[in-house]
């Protein structure tokens, strides 16, 4: 029975841990506010099968397990009754009541009543104490899932900007570079101006990015919680983490340089002088895209813990902004000022703050997701993640740049 015991901890630790992977994942798209991607999806299917099959396994067990239970017990209960029957006075177990019961048999054992100074004996009799030092052995170790790991997947620039389907290796997008032109007739009969239309083509070529482990089959098996499922998930997350960066990056090294109306001045910062930068950029922002696409504030972790406390959540009446708070602070979108979305991404660096156009940049994206091979000749499967990624900027003035001097 103690391997049967250690066998059914074994699988209702393995069935928390996998509970808990599934509301993580759920967790993590909700928190990022999308759809389960297909890769999640893969891996709840596996983590769904894997639950199922252990059920298969438990049932039974579990059914043997309380049998032989019952069945000891029966047992227990015929051997005490022959010893009593016999006389056996030593293997009796003597359980007052209550307290009154105790002190009355004290009374009669004190008046030389010999059934109840046989009964005080045996309940003060001394008894070799069982501690779980004797027996290590029988004691399994016990891990408590899930496994702690810090690590935000969540990707809100990507997700700002809309991932498109990405349909090869290399493609163009064409943009128009001189438009025709209209303009007041000279004269009756005069000949209208004319200017044809030029249109160039941006070309974009997408970059693979992926990471493998190479797992040992023992590891697979005698883990708890799974490795396998532990390792993909990191390596999805991790591939999360590498492409917001990327996109960023490319956010921020097209972007225009920081003006004078987008500068917010030396000295404490106050929201009449983020305002103002905020709504230079914007007026920029749209003269470079004609006021196509959404705009959005991006943020690095540190400008919205500036930004923050400046937009206070406490009656925000006549305020650029309803105010942030420090409880929900996080990465996607955090608040709004003046209208815009504020959108903090982990991946930007210290002190980054731009204001841009969803129509001025591009990104696509093809997920290979988790691709796995057996090696047979040393007990190992490979495990890899990937996908195909390019990040499109079409119009660099339409990203424009916030700083704050010191």
Known sequence: MPAMDAMLARYQGEIEEKSSFLEQLVEEAEKAGRDLSPQEMEM???TRDRINAINEQVDPLREAAKIATESRQRTEQIADQFRIARGSDAVRQVEYRSAGAYV????????????AVQRIDLYHRAAAHQTTADNPGLLPEQILGPVI????????????????NLPSGSWSRPKITQHTTVDAQSAEKGELVSQKMTITKVPVTAATYGG?????????????PGIMDIIIGDLASVY???????????????????GTGTTIPTGPATAQAIASAVWSAAGSVYAATKGQGAL??????DMLGLVGPIFAPVNPQNAQSAGFRAGDFGQGVAGAISGITVVMSAQLAAGTMFVASTA?????????GSLQVVEPSVLGVQVAYAGYFAPLVIQPTGIQKIVKTP
């Not at 048999?105 to 004190?110: E, F």
């Not at 790991?149 to 498109?164: Q, S, Y």
């Not at 040992?216 to 005698?222: A, P």
């Not at 959005?296 to 972790?301: D, F, K, Q, S």
Request: hydrophobic share 50%; net charge negative; glycine share 6%.
């Open 212 to 224: 493998y482990v190479n797992v040992s089959r023992q590891d697979i098996d005698w883990s708890q």
């Open 240 to 258: 999360a983490q590498k492409t917001e960066d990327v996109f960023g990056d490319a956010l921020v090294a097209a972007a225009t340089a920081a």
């Open 296 to 301: 959005v504030l991006a943020v690095a972790p």
């Open 360 to 368: 001025a940049a591009e990104v696509y994206e093809d997920r290979i």
């Open 104 to 115: 009355m048999d004290r009374w009669r054992a004190g008046l030389g009543m010999e059934e």
């Open 149 to 164: 790991n810090f690590v935000d997947a969540a990707r809100p620039l990507v997700t700002a900007f809309g991932p498109r």
């Open 44 to 46: 709840i299917g596996r």
